[in-house]
């Protein structure tokens, strides 16, 4: 263990939801919806791209609104990566940036990136702040419609899994912030970092998850109230083993 411990933190759509970000899994988030096999999957991308594309152009001009912004549940993250000596890893399952406009940086984005758009024929992935119309021509190919949301659909895999697992093997705490537990291969994460036999484990949520009880601490509040309290009394510890506050 490094004398300042290593951190790995995995962030759900909890953290996002505070700042009015529509949730995909909540009773009556986006799912509720939407079919996810007309606008998720890479057989719907395939049959209607247009379709698609209409749906995340939507999620995108809401993400960058000027309404949506970072709550003190980003802040304090970002704070903790900068003050923090030892290692953090901060990994998402949410597609937007709000990690990155609280100041956050190398965050892994599990399910992709609202704000970016992959050519299907290059794999170029591009950063992208607008809608994606119909004759939009790729930048890198030339091609027009070859333009695909980057994020991770149903029956595809994660990004940046290897890299969150070998973080997870090696840490001292882990911390998973408004995540529900029910999407793999995220849910697995509490079952890696226990595995060491080192790591600390604590879960802040807004009420309990199908998981809560694998974890060695529960905070269960709104995430812009407890993961602030929290990151606080962690960062008044200084040096030493990590000990849960």
Not at 76 to 85: C, D, G, T, V
Not at 114 to 135: A, F, M, Q, Y
Not at 208 to 233: K, M, W, Y
Request: aromatic content about 6%.
């Amino acid at each position: 263990m490094s004398e300042h411990g290593s951190i790995v933190i995995l962030t759900g759509a909890g953290i996002s939801a505070e700042s009015g970000v529509d949730t995909f899994r909540a009773a009556d988030g986006i799912w509720a919806k939407y079919d996810i096999e007309e606008v998720a999957t890479p057989e719907a991308f395939a049959g209607d791209p247009l379709k698609v594309n209409a749906f995340y152009n939507a999620r995108r001009r809401q993400l960058l609104s000027g309404t949506i912004g970072p709550n003190p549940a980003h802040r304090a993250l970002a704070e903790l990566q900068s003050a923090w000596r030892g290692r953090v890893t901060l990994v998402t399952q949410n597609i937007d940036d709000l990690h990155e406009r609280a100041g956050s940086t190398d965050v892994l984005h599990m399910h992709g990136e609202l704000t970016k758009v992959r050519c299907t024929d290059s794999e170029r992935v591009i950063e992208w702040r607008r809608d994606v119309t119909p004759g939009e021509r790729c930048e890198c190919c030339g091609m027009t419609g070859t333009l695909r949301p980057h994020v991770v659909w149903f029956r595809e895999l994660p990004f940046w899994l290897d890299e969150a697992t070998r973080a997870l093997r090696e840490c001292d705490l882990f911390m998973a912030i408004g995540t529900s537990g029910q999407v793999y291969p995220a849910s697995g994460f509490i079952d890696v970092a226990r595995a060491s036999g080192r790591a600390r484990t604590v879960e802040l949520n807004l009420e309990p998850t199908v998981l809560s009880h694998l974890f060695d601490e529960n905070l269960h509040g709104p995430a812009g109230r407890v993961v602030p309290e929290f990151i606080a009394r962690l960062l008044e510890q200084g040096a030493g083993p990590i000990q849960l506050p």
